[in-house]
């Protein structure tokens, strides 16, 4: 359930996908990548830093190989690409958006995780119920790293 002016919202898992869809179709890599980190904010219900320690804490973001410091660096990479506060001039904007598509899988792989598994949408918890199980993601390097299925999880 989320949580807004002070009134419980209740939102499905169709919701959750539509958001996520409604991202993923902005046309312009920036404004999608801003997107996805909005979505963030709205599952754990937290900016800035205490986001990034929010999603770090959260298992499935742990299983990606996700820590504070990556997930700030791309929280940066966020705000430069958004706000175009650059004292470099455009060569600056130009190599931040770059980095925003070298980044982008990697971030779009962490929310679709975060959809797939946050038991409590809205909420700082970590508590996880995954819907279906992690076969792969692109790491921080940019390679994608796939992975058997652990003992007991459904090859379906």
Known sequence: ALRAGGHRLMVSTTD???????????????????????????????KGKELSKRIADFLPARAMRFDVPELESL?????RGSHAESKLGFRQLQKDRRDIS??????????????LTKRTWGGPGAGVRRIAPLRG?????????????LPGESTR
């Open 16 to 46: 959750l996908g539509s958001l996520y869809n409604l991202a993923m179709r902005e046309g312009d890599v920036v404004a999608r990548y801003r997107e996805l980190w909005r979505l963030l904010e709205s599952a754990f219900q937290a």
């Open 137 to 149: 993601f692109t790491q921080a390097g940019g390679g994608l790293l796939l992975r058997p299925p």
């Open 102 to 115: 070298a980044a982008m899988n990697r971030l779009k792989n962490l929310v679709e995780q975060v959809l």
């Open 75 to 79: 929280r940066a990479l966020r705000g």
